[in-house]
């Protein structure tokens, strides 16, 4: 089955700095990725979708500047929180769908998250 | 727009039933349904993509009502491992937005 890869799986960074997070698709091509976040005991709310070679798409209320989200390849999106701060601490997770197959299969594939938590 | 998903929460025992029930104000065109244990990411559960269908795994199985605009999750005989958050979702211009979730809590 499809499977996508998330790196790192959890991250402690200072106020003020900036963290990067990478979402691989291993054995399938995504020319669109999906990027959510998720606070404790809530729902996961779509941020951005990620297009290979384009700009990306971001969700009402979600800082393009503050989100920096690149998908240079057919197989990699990453994003980035620049100047972290407290609030953002959040656990992030990316998707991606695999078209190939039947349509019974078109469900999307997530990565395994990254928690972020912000000093 | 999120679907909406009913109950929040769900205790159960071993061996019981549980329904949890997902609807869109707006027009389904497909409906996604995935469980998220703890701390762990999503795994698709299943996929509804016509009217009337119906569909199934092992003791989980959904449905899809288009013209209600409503999906059912249906949990037979569960189990301990079916404990976690079940999140239904939609797909609008292929982004993927997801219900508030229902915590399904099974006890021995």
């Known amino acids: 089955g499809a499977v996508v890869s998330q790196h790192p799986s959890w991250v402690i960074c200072k106020s003020g700095t900036s963290v990067k997070i990478e979402c691989r698709s291993l054995?399938?091509?995504?020319?669109?990725m999906f990027w959510y976040r998720q606070f404790p005991k809530q729902s996961l709310m779509l941020m951005a979708t990620?297009?290979?070679?384009?700009?990306?798409?971001?969700e009402q209320g979600v800082e393009k500047d503050k989100f920096l989200i690149n998908h240079a390849s057919l197989t990699l999106s990453t994003l980035t929180v620049t100047s972290a701060h407290p609030e953002d601490s959040s656990f992030y997770i990316c998707?991606?769908?695999?078209?190939?197959?039947?349509?019974?299969?078109?469900?999307?594939?997530f990565g395994s998250g990254t928690r972020l938590t912000v000093v | 727009q999120q679907p909406v998903q009913s109950p929040q929460a769900v205790i159960l025992r071993e061996g019981e039933d549980a329904v949890i029930n997902c609807s869109s104000s707006?027009?389904?065109?497909?409906v996604h349904w995935y469980r998220q244990k703890h701390g762990e990411a999503p795994v698709f559960l299943m996929i509804l993509l016509k009217g009337g269908e119906q569909k199934g795994h092992e003791k989980i199985s959904a449905s899809f009502n288009e013209k209600k605009q409503q999906s059912s999750l249906y949990l037979t005989a569960s189990q301990l491992s079916y404990s976690g958050t079940y999140f239904c979702g939609t797909a609008v211009n292929n982004d993927m937005r997801f219900g508030a979730g229902t915590r399904l809590t099974v006890k021995p």
């Open positions: 990620s297009n290979e070679g384009s700009k990306a798409t971001y």
């Open positions: 998707s991606a769908r695999d078209l190939r197959g039947t349509a019974d299969n078109y469900g999307y594939t």
């Open positions: 707006k027009a389904l065109y497909s």
């Open positions: 054995d399938f091509q995504a020319t669109t």
